[in-house]
């Protein structure tokens, strides 16, 4: 949602020192059945075989859709002022890096 949604509702958003740090990703699973979505944030380490989920958000399939509509729309103004994002990979996120190879 964005901060004048926030500000016309009325919502006070606390947010604390360590959040305010934030958790870097790289990787991102995401996962629904017919009542959530599941969204597992994870970093994986050049030549490292095994990486752990860092969090893990769990929305209704509706508020799922509104952050996707979100998040289109930063990708889009963000273009407009930084120019285009280019995807580096066609083929997906190369799991290991130029490192060793991972196992599941």
Request: glycine fraction near 8%; charged fraction near 20%.
């Amino acid at each position: 949602m964005s901060e004048q949604q926030n500000q016309d509702q009325g919502i006070n958003i606390e947010l604390t020192d360590e959040q305010a740090n934030g958790t870097y990703s790289n990787l991102a699973i995401i996962t629904h059945s017919f009542s959530e979505f599941v969204f597992d944030f994870i970093s994986v380490m050049p030549g490292m075989p095994k990486a752990k989920v860092n969090s893990r958000i769990i929305m209704t399939p509706h508020n799922a859709k509104r952050l996707m509509r979100a998040l289109i729309d930063n990708v889009k103004r963000y273009e407009t002022q930084n120019g285009l994002i280019k995807d580096e990979q066609e083929g997906g996120v190369p799991m290991n890096f130029g490192g060793a190879a991972g196992e599941a």
